[in-house]
């Protein structure tokens, strides 16, 4: 097939690309300054924040206008804290203390970490009303299940990421919170009327446009009432339609990665998935994570074919194309414009000081904000202090066991740390299979400790469930759960912890409230 090399140069300002390892290879470079939009990084690009600044900074040599875009969500979501934990809460936590003004500070604060390690692009905030409690990709991505207060918390997410000179992306439209399956496996429906949209799923992105955010992500959903048959990222009533003509939306629409199920399944490949997007209305095209050369050229011929044989308007490249410049031109004018970022407030974090951490908060909410501290890492631990929920007389001794139920993890988390581990110094973890033992080996192993028992949605699977319903009846035990709350509470626990998230700054309070031995600092453990 011949292509047009004027077309394929046009094709590659509406990709974003990606590679592997923390450099990037001579070809990425090579398209880049070819004219390919940008790249998405993914953990494996992030050794260290100052690893970090020399390969974005190496990318902007290339070309400075380029887009370096990254996942950076806060709380179960980090690509900058993917080795140890991210030093922020995420979304559920900042809904359960529902205070705007906390919100709009922690994620300025993420903006700054990011602009100091040369990202202008963040694909956050999530903005999903995640009204599905077993919804297996947004959980704690969310601020919530109240279409009010996630919209109110999408406005200052957008607001404190943009004050950084960092550019936001609201996430997943038209709504991924009603989802019971992930889109990265299979195509989800949300089979529900348009009305019900608009009351439930819509508001936060309303809310995030009126924000000024510079970008939206598109879903790779099926929602009939809308998008018909197909996803919502090729759908043009959906982006079009709604998202441009109704809500007056004028910034980029970036889709998710288009290596998922849920697009490349749909339209038979990732090229011919980019063809679908553009046509529909999408500006921005995130391949996905597992790419190489060949794979982009693929994807920029096939849509510079499809230019060229009328299957896509030219006028419609053109049109993304140029959207996608001016977005450059917004970052690389507020990278010039920002102040500079205090390195303070940078991730990973540093060694944190314990020896004078302020006891927990009873329910998410307490100790309103008075003067938020300028350090990113105490910050983050202020957030999650408020948003620690504590029921009961947790059964804290110097020494107890700690038993954390093993877990997986979403395509979109990644395999990121969590749990009390960095912060128990000489306490006890052992890391268990709800499957594989029961809750009378565990307090034979306890040897008269009482014993803390540590999960994400422990609720939701009948086997952990079950046994730590029969070890609270039978033995003092603490439940700190890290994942989506819900209201099941094993009867006889001593305590309940919610965290609403597993960020390190969460691991951290619930240390703190379940008054394990403080060691005068900890080094995060990466594992």
């Known amino acids: 097939m011949t292509v047009d090399p004027g077309l394929r140069r046009l094709a590659l300002r509406t990709l974003l690309a990606a590679f592997p390892g923390p450099s990037a290879p001579d070809w990425a470079l090579d398209l880049l300054a070819d004219g390919l939009a940008g790249f998405t990084l993914f953990g494996t690009n992030v050794d260290s924040v100052d690893q970090l600044s020399r390969l974005t900074a190496r990318l902007r040599s290339v070309r400075s206008d380029a887009l370096i875009a990254i996942d950076e969500e806060g709380g179960d979501v980090t690509r900058l804290g993917h080795r140890t934990g991210s030093p922020y809460p995420g979304n559920s936590a900042l809904g359960a203390v529902d205070d705007v003004e906390l919100t709009r500070l922690v994620y300025a604060a993420m903006g700054r970490d990011l602009a100091a390690a040369g990202v202008n692009l963040d694909l ?72 019900v949209l608009r009351e439930r799923d819509l508001p936060p992105f309303a809310a995030a446009v009126a924000a000024g955010t510079r970008a939206v992500m598109s879903a790779h959903i099926r929602v009939p009432a809308l998008t018909g048959d197909g996803p919502a990222t090729f759908s043009r009533a959906a982006l079009e339609g709604l998202l441009r003509t109704e809500f007056g939306f004028r910034g980029v629409i970036v889709t998710d990665a288009l290596e998922m199920r849920g697009a490349a399944g749909a339209a038979g490949g990732i090229p011919q998935a980019a063809v679908a997007a553009l046509a529909a209305g999408a500006d921005l095209l995130c391949i996905g994570a597992l790419v190489d050369q060949d794979l982009v050229l693929a994807v920029a011929d096939e849509v510079a074919a499809a230019a060229g044989d009328g299957r896509l308007a030219l006028v419609r490249l053109e049109q993304a194309a140029d959207r996608n410049s001016e977005l450059a031109s917004w970052v690389a004018h507020a990278r010039a414009t920002s102040p500079s970022p205090d390195p303070r407030s940078t991730a990973p974090r540093p060694a944190v000081s314990l020896a004078a951490a302020p006891p927990a908060a009873t329910s998410p909410g307490a100790a309103p904000l008075a003067a938020a501290p300028v350090d990113g890492v105490e910050l983050g631990l202020l957030a999650a202090r408020r948003a620690l929920l504590v029921e009961g007389e947790p059964a804290t001794a110097a020494d107890p066991l700690v038993v954390q139920f093993m877990s997986g993890h979403s395509i979109a988390e990644g395999k990121i740390p969590w749990g009390l581990r960095p912060f128990l110094g000489s306490v006890e973890q052992i890391d268990v299979i709800a499957t594989e033992i029961t809750a009378d080996e565990l307090i034979e192993l306890a040897a008269g400790r009482p014993i803390v028992l540590v999960g994400r949605r422990v609720h939701q699977s009948s086997v952990t469930r079950d046994l730590a319903e029969k070890l609270s009846a039978a033995w003092p035990t603490t439940v700190v759960e890290m994942g989506w709350p819900s209201p099941w509470r094993p009867d006889g626990a001593k305590g309940f912890l919610v965290t609403h998230g597993a960020s390190l700054a969460s691991a951290q309070v619930a240390a703190e409230a379940l008054g394990l031995p403080r060691p005068a600092s900890v080094e995060p453990i990466d594992y």
């Open 124 to 195: 956050a905030p999530t903005v999903d009303v995640n009204t599905a409690a077993e919804n297996p990709i947004i959980g704690t991505r969310s601020f919530g299940a109240d279409p009010a207060l996630v919209a109110r918390h999408s406005a200052a997410a957008v607001t404190g990421l943009q004050s950084a000179g960092v550019a936001a992306c609201a996430k997943h439209f038209p709504g991924h919170g009603a989802t019971v399956t992930d889109s990265h496996l299979e195509l989800p429906t949300v089979d529900e009327p348009i009305d």
